[in-house]
Nanobody, 119 residues
C-alpha cells in the first residue's frame, strides 16, 4: 500500500506564501505521478498541479500558473507545492494523491491540509 501525508497548511494573509509537503511511503516504486488537488467549501475538488515521478515533468492549472510550483525530491519521496502570491480564493483543503500509471485514476490520497488566505 501507499501512504501520503500532507503538511504545511495554515493561515496566511493575501499576497503571502506557503509550502505544502506530501510525504509518500509504502509501495512508492510503483508511482507514476503525484498530484495536488484542492476543495473549497461548497465546491468540487479541483486539480492544482502534478509531477511525473520519473523525469519530473510538471503540470499546473491555469488558475495557479505563475504563482504555484510543484516539485519532487526523489531521495526523500516527497512532493512539494510552493504557493506564492496567495489569494483568498486559494482557500481550500489541499490534498495530494498518487497514481500508478498514465491510465489509472489517482487511487491513493492523503488526509488533506487546510490552507486559509485572509484578505
Amino acid at each position: 500500500q501507499v501512504q501520503l501525508v500532507e503538511s504545511g497548511g495554515g493561515l496566511v494573509q493575501a499576497g503571502g506564501s506557503l509550502r505544502l509537503s506530501c510525504a509518500t511511503s509504502g509501495r512508492t516504486f510503483s508511482c507514476y505521478s503525484v498530484g495536488w488537488f484542492r476543495q473549497a467549501p461548497g465546491k468540487e475538488r479541483a486539480f492544482v498541479a502534478s509531477v511525473i515521478w520519473s523525469g519530473g515533468s510538471t503540470y499546473h492549472a491555469d488558475s495557479v500558473k505563475g504563482r504555484f510550483t510543484i516539485s519532487r525530491d526523489s531521495a526523500k519521496n516527497t512532493v512539494y507545492l510552493q504557493m506564492n502570491s496567495l489569494k483568498p480564493e486559494d482557500t481550500a483543503v489541499y490534498y495530494c494523491a498518487m497514481r500508478e500509471n498514465f491510465y489509472s485514476d489517482y487511487d491513493y490520497w492523503g488526509q488533506g491540509t487546510q490552507v486559509t488566505v485572509s484578505s
